[in-house]
Nanobody
Framework: QVQLVESGGGLVQAGGSLTLSCAASGSIFILNAMGWYRRAPGKQRELVAVITRGGSTNYADSVKGRFTISSNAKNTVYLQMNSLKPEDTAVYYC??????????WGQGTQVTVSS
């Protein structure tokens, strides 16, 4: 099992920045990838960014050039969010997947961008 604990959400004005963190614990040595999803009010959950165990990254078109995903040797994944827009307002969920296609989710952290 893998436990994911997010932090770093909050309220920010448009154009501002926030950094989300996700600390993984448990059977993390077998994770294939970690990333971030978000769910805005009235919308479906969408992938924001993902980073693989090999360091490859992928981003949603809506955040390319503004968001950066990274990880460290201590099994923490970060999402640096710059130039935030009101449409980035959502609950952000940390995500991880292992080689058996088991998915793990954090509890979610609210990001609110005011105009």
């Amino acid at each position: 099992q893998v436990q994911l604990v997010e932090s770093g959400g909050g309220l920010v004005q448009a154009g501002g920045s926030l950094t989300l963190s996700c600390a993984a614990s448990g059977s993390i040595f077998i994770l294939n990838a970690m990333g971030w999803y978000r769910r805005a009010p009235g919308k479906q959950r969408e992938l924001v960014a993902v980073i693989t165990r090999g360091g490859s990254t992928n981003y949603a078109d809506s955040v390319k050039g503004r968001f950066t995903i990274s990880s460290n040797a201590k099994n923490t994944v970060y999402l640096q969010m710059n130039s935030l827009k009101p449409e980035d307002t959502a609950v952000y969920y940390c995500y991880a997947i292992n080689p058996y296609a088991n998915e793990f989710w954090g509890q979610g952290t609210q990001v609110t961008v005011s105009s």
